[in-house]
């Protein structure tokens, strides 16, 4: 069932409390085992721990422990000027570099004013679409080696994942740190050879998306293993701040491409899927529809991409010093709405610089999720929220 | 979409001595904010998601706003004896002075708003302390919003604001045992890092100065200055 957006569907004459994790008292008088699940498990994706509770196979209360991969990056960005932070944001959430420059650069634009040329903005919208491709092809990689599935579909995703991180090296000069978009633009222009190599690995993007639809979807073990499991309510979802593909797969019609429209997101046609049973399956298939949602976005972008500069001639990218005030600036990244909050004091640095992350206030509801669940598909669970640990603990 | 004016005049209207403020934002963006009481914010953060449909809680974060001190020029009138050709007179002279004041400063917790059902945002709310160090208590708005439990531990973590209401109040990137707040502007780092297996140049000096400093207060190594 599709929770059509009305106001206040979500949380009016609920009783306090009601987004509290739903608390499950244990049968009888049960000896709990506590697991503390991490920083070191296969699963985890980095350094991650989930201090878990368990009443024989069940779950009774889950509590995730952050930090490992602190770095204070806020700290170090206050101490720099706005150009120096931009390689840094390569290094949040590292599978999707592209997209945490364009919200970086989308954010001092707001502060600044500053326009980007038509040509910039095409190049950023196909940039972020083939990250997006990408993170999601390896992200349902990451779920099914979870589940189980050693090797196959994992690196039938890292070999499309591939050509498009050549694409990236080709651009920016690295496949994944690639430090590429400016204030007022981007830092290269793309050439002619490498739009038609863009061409050519888009067009062989609907074969790919095909084959991991034929090869899972209906998968009788992938099946069985996440319908039903982890469910996450709609009112819940927006009450915790859960943006992207798990929002949606939660059945809320809400896509930052189409609500702010940033960019030139509103001259594409495109559509938003949005699950209706609420689970991990509904999460997975969420991404392989939006990655066919990416593959029109590109088709559509390569198509009509102007000539002209990529980067305003006019702009200044370093050295410049914004007038006093702040703003947020927020897109849609392939995990989540990505925001920026900057304030400044008409200095050279930021006053102040914050970074909304997705994965982080995604895992809010971890424990919701799990409560209840067998063990063994807490990591499937886990899986299907898709973070990435430099942007959980900055 | 309605302005945070807007917003403003319907918090007003339906709850009157809220004691909602108005912050305008000079820069480009124009996302202005409203400036929260702490003791009506709990009820006025409800009304915002019931009522006026803000479901959706983006962004928590802090800033730290220091003590400063603002110079500010002040013209006075002074009567000075001068002497002239051998004469005594008194002249009224015009000085210009500057004169130093302290503000005093605060740490101020941000948040962001929108609306999922009506596509509406960003609303900013801020809410200060009474001052850094002993009053840091603001009320908690994760009974409100869910999404504001972790990013409320980060801001305790980092900036050290209290948020009463909160359920599950820790430090979240920090370890437990950490003392001190790292985000403050103030906050100077411990001389306790890691040296360089080669130092050099500024890292040798402080390895230097800090074995020295260990060994003048008689300390055992801590394992880090080898």
Redesign the interface.
């Known amino acids: 069932m599709t929770v059509t957006p009305t106001l206040n569907a979500s949380s009016k004459n609920k009783p306090d409390g009601w987004n509290r994790p739903q608390v499950i008292v244990p049968e009888g008088d049960a000896d709990l085992l506590e697991v503390a699940m991490g920083p070191h498990h296969p699963s985890t994706h980095g350094v991650f721990r989930m201090d878990v509770a368990l009443d024989g196979e069940r779950v009774i209360r889950l509590k995730p422990v952050f930090g490992y991969l602190h770095r204070n990056h806020e700290k170090l960005a206050e101490g720099m000027s706005y150009l120096a932070s931009m390689p840094f944001t390569d290094r949040l959430d590292y599978i999707c570099p592209l997209t945490n420059n364009w919200a970086y650069a989308l954010a001092v634009e707001k502060l600044t004013g500053q326009a980007v040329p038509e040509r910039a903005e095409y190049l950023r919208v196909i940039l972020g679409e083939l990250t997006r491709v990408q993170n999601h092809a390896s992200s349902i990689g990451f779920l099914i080696q979870e589940m189980g599935a050693s090797g196959t579909p994992l690196m039938y995703a890292f070999r499309e994942r591939e050509k498009i991180l050549d694409l990236f090296e080709a651009l920016t000069g690295a496949r994944m740190m690639v430090n590429y978009m400016r204030f007022g633009g981007c830092r290269v222009d793309a050439s002619p050879a490498w739009l038609d190599a863009t061409r050519k690995v888009v067009e062989g993007l609907p074969g790919f998306s095909e084959e991991m639809e034929r090869l899972l979807c209906s998968n009788e073990i992938l099946m069985a293993r996440t319908q039903g499991v982890g469910i996450l309510r709609p009112e819940l979802a927006i009450n915790a701040g859960v943006t992207g593909p798990m929002l949606r797969a939660s059945g809320v019609d809400y896509d930052i491409r189409k609500v702010d429209g940033y960019g030139i997101y509103n001259r594409f046609n495109f559509r938003v899927p949005v699950g209706d049973h609420w689970d991990v399956y509904d999460r997975f298939m969420i991404r392989l529809l939006e990655i066919r949602e990416s593959i029109k976005i590109l088709e559509q972008a390569l198509k009509d991409i102007p000539g002209g500069p990529v980067m305003d001639p006019k702009a200044k990218i370093r050295g410049f010093r914004p007038k006093p005030g702040e703003a947020y600036g927020r897109i849609e990244a392939p995990k989540g709405e990505l925001g920026f909050y900057l304030i400044s004091d008409g200095g050279p640095n930021p006053y102040r610089y914050r970074i909304r992350p997705p994965s982080l206030i995604n895992l809010t509801v971890l424990e919701d999720m799990a409560i209840g669940q067998n063990v063994a598909d807490v990591v499937l669970i886990f899986g299907s929220v898709d973070i990435v640990l430099g942007e959980v603990d900055r | 979409m309605r302005t945070a004016e807007q917003i403003k005049a319907a918090i007003e209207a339906a709850m009157p001595g809220a004691g909602v403020g108005f912050v305008t934002?000079?820069?480009?963006?124009e996302?202005h904010s409203l400036r929260l009481a702490p003791n009506s914010a709990v009820a006025v953060a409800r009304f915002l998601?019931?009522?006026l449909?803000f479901?959706?809680?983006?962004?928590v974060?802090g800033?730290d706003w220091p003590d400063k001190e603002v110079s500010e020029k002040v013209t006075l009138t002074r009567t000075v004896t001068k002497t002239v050709d051998g004469v005594d007179s008194t002249v009224e002279e015009k000085v210009d002075e500057t004169r130093k004041r302290q503000v005093p400063g605060c740490l101020e917790a941000?948040y962001?708003l929108y609306s999922?059902?009506?596509?509406e945002g960003?609303i900013?709310l801020r809410m200060r302390t009474g001052n850094r160090t002993d009053q840091v208590e603001l009320p908690s708005l994760t009974?409100i919003?869910?999404?504001?439990?972790?990013?409320e531990r980060e801001v305790f973590d980092?900036f050290g604001i209290v948020f009463k209401g909160h359920?599950d109040l820790r430090?979240?990137?920090?370890?437990d045992e950490f003392k001190d707040h790292?985000?403050r502007r103030d906050?100077v780092e411990p001389d306790d890092f890691e040296y360089e297996p080669t130092a050099h140049d500024e890292v040798l000096t402080r390895a230097v100065a800090h074995q020295i400093s260990e060994a003048a207060a008689g300390q055992e190594g801590t394992g880090h200055s080898q």
């Open positions: 934002n000079p820069s480009v963006s996302q998601r019931d009522d449909g479901s959706f809680l983006s962004n974060t800033v941000v962001h999922v059902e009506l596509r960003p900013v009974p919003w869910r999404s504001a439990e972790f990013q980092l359920p430090r979240i990137l920090m370890w790292p985000m906050y």
